[in-house]
């Protein structure tokens, strides 16, 4: 069922050209919401990129795709100025997906490898965690958030849970959900929920990119009494429910979607 088909409504993801923002992309597009993916990739990646792209387009909806660097404030301007014209007077965005990864995964202390600095930290919390406030008040400013419009931001149970390498990411998230409840809070007048969802261990480039993966990837097939990792797939399904007219009164939430992971 296409059930967002012919009302002229958008997804904006952030970070969409892989893992859980690309398959957030193809399942709003295959009920009928019209996609718009800012992503940073090389030109080496474009190919595959854009063949992955094309599958997106076959969904008969209206398609744009920006290959920039999202945490600019002058390329932000010009996402949403591009995005006015495209979605004309009547389009607007329904659902905000942030599903962004720069950050730094250096460990506090090592006698081997760099240790975190003042600007690691502030690096990666601008761009996981208070990026979703900058997008969300560019999009608003705009005015281009439909009536009931829907944010999504993806955390990890790392948010509360130290692992090694992660304490730049970890404060990202943390801030990034603060943002989130904020948001819930203070933007509800003007009909825009927020929730964060936390995924299990999803094996993604990002997870891929943190030392020790592969240990975490074995332990968490042992504790998810499913006995099995979160799939991107499993998150866009979250994402969608969420961008349903039913889900309307869920706001300022952190919702696991982990197959039960966090209980134990």
């Not at 007077?89 to 760099?114: F, Q, R, W, Y």
């Not at 948001?183 to 999803?202: M, R, S, W």
């Amino acid at each position: 069922m296409k059930e967002f088909k012919d009302k002229n409504q958008w997804a904006l993801i952030l970070g969409g050209s892989s893992g859980l923002g690309l398959a957030t992309a193809k399942k709003l597009a295959k009920h009928g919401l019209h996609i718009c993916i800012v992503h940073r990739n090389s030109r080496m990646q474009e190919d595959e990129i854009n063949a992955t792209f094309d599958s997106i387009k076959n969904q008969e909806i209206s398609f744009k795709a920006f290959n920039i660097d999202a945490f600019k404030p002058e390329k932000r301007t010009l996402i949403i100025e591009a995005l006015k014209t495209e979605l004309g007077i009547h389009g607007k965005i329904k659902t905000l997906v942030h599903s962004v990864a720069k950050g730094n995964l250096k460990p506090m202390i090592s006698d081997e490898s760099p240790v975190l600095k003042h600007d690691d930290f502030a690096l990666t919390i601008a761009a996981m965690g208070i990026s979703l406030y900058d997008w969300t008040t560019a999009v608003f400013e705009a005015n281009l958030f439909a009536e009931d419009a829907r944010i999504i931001s993806f955390t990890s149970e790392g948010n509360t849970k130290a692992w090694k390498n992660y304490a730049a990411v970890s404060a990202a998230k943390v801030t990034l959900e603060a943002i989130t409840r904020n948001i819930a809070l203070e933007f509800a007048p003007h009909g825009i929920k927020a929730n964060c969802i936390q995924a299990g261990v999803t094996d993604t480039q990002s997870l891929r990119m943190i030392p020790g993966s592969e240990n975490i990837i074995k332990h968490s097939l042992i504790r998810n009494p499913n006995k099995r990792l979160t799939l991107p797939e499993d998150v866009a399904n979250a994402v969608y429910l969420l961008s349903k007219n039913e889900a309307s009164w869920i706001t300022g939430t952190i919702i696991p979607v982990d197959g039960g992971e966090h209980l134990s």
